[in-house]
């Protein structure tokens, strides 16, 4: 029995080795579209505006804070399936430069009234803003284009509803945004 390791080990593991089987493969990049194309899959379709950012929150003074700048991205989305959604900020996420990590927006608003999310009526284009708090030293840092990655969601049983739905979304595309100062 022991022989028989040390061939497999001599036949397989040490060729796999030496030719780099073991190492950790790179990611591809997510595939990247413009801003202001329309993308869809599943329930929705998405299309990514524009992006600014601004000394007050766009939804609310009351949830102004100090020493704060606000991102605020713009984008359409259209509900295309038969359900409402309630839902869709974890679709949309930034990363460097402006945070570490990935992170998903702090607040989303309708554009038309400047209300905080709502829903998505199924058929029903909205522009929304979904906005991230960033204090001011690192907003000074922002570029004139960011990266936005957009998330895909899996359609597949939910466990505590026992019932299917849009839910664990997965990086799918990136775009890349221009950026408007309007401090």
Same mark, same amino acid.
């Given at each position: 029995?022991?022989?028989?390791?040390?061939?497999?080990?001599?036949?397989?593991?040490?060729?796999?080795?030496?030719?780099? @089987?073991?190492?950790?493969?790179? /990611?591809? &990049?997510?595939?990247?579209?413009?801003?202001? !194309?329309?993308?869809? %899959?599943?329930? $929705?379709?998405?299309?990514?505006? @524009?992006?600014?950012?601004?000394? /007050?929150? &766009?939804?609310?003074?009351?949830?102004?804070? !100090?020493?704060?700048? %606000?991102?605020? $991205?713009?984008?359409?989305?259209?509900?295309?399936?038969?359900?409402?959604?309630?839902?869709?900020?974890?679709?949309?996420?930034?990363?460097?430069?402006?945070?570490?990590?990935?992170?998903?927006?702090?607040?989303?608003?309708?554009?038309?009234?400047?209300?905080?999310?709502?829903?998505?009526?199924?058929?029903?284009?909205?522009?929304?803003?979904?906005?991230?708090?960033?204090?001011?030293?690192?907003?000074?840092?922002?570029?004139?284009?960011?990266?936005?990655?957009?998330?895909?969601?899996?359609?597949?049983?939910?466990?505590?509803?026992?019932?299917?739905?849009?839910?664990?979304?997965?990086?799918?595309?990136?775009?890349?945004?221009?950026?408007?100062?309007?401090?």
């Amino acid at each position: 029995m022991l022989l028989f390791v040390l061939a497999f080990v001599a036949a397989v593991i040490v060729p796999t080795w030496l030719f780099g @089987g073991f190492e950790q493969q790179p /990611k591809e &990049p997510l595939p990247k579209v413009e801003a202001g !194309k329309t993308v869809a %899959y599943g329930e $929705l379709s998405i299309k990514v505006i @524009g992006a600014k950012l601004v000394d /007050k929150h &766009p939804t609310s003074s009351f949830d102004d804070k !100090k020493g704060m700048t %606000y991102l605020v $991205l713009q984008a359409t989305l259209e509900n295309r399936s038969k359900d409402t959604v309630f839902t869709f900020d974890e679709l949309f996420l930034l990363g460097k430069p402006v945070f570490p990590k990935k992170r998903e927006p702090d607040d989303a608003g309708m554009v038309r009234d400047n209300s905080s999310a709502g829903s998505l009526i199924p058929g029903v284009p909205e522009t929304m803003q979904l906005i991230w708090a960033i204090p001011d030293e690192q907003a000074a840092k922002v570029g004139n284009n960011l990266t936005i990655t957009l998330q895909r969601r899996v359609w597949m049983e939910s466990f505590f509803e026992e019932r299917y739905k849009w839910m664990s979304p997965r990086p799918w595309l990136t775009v890349d945004v221009p950026v408007v100062r309007e401090t």
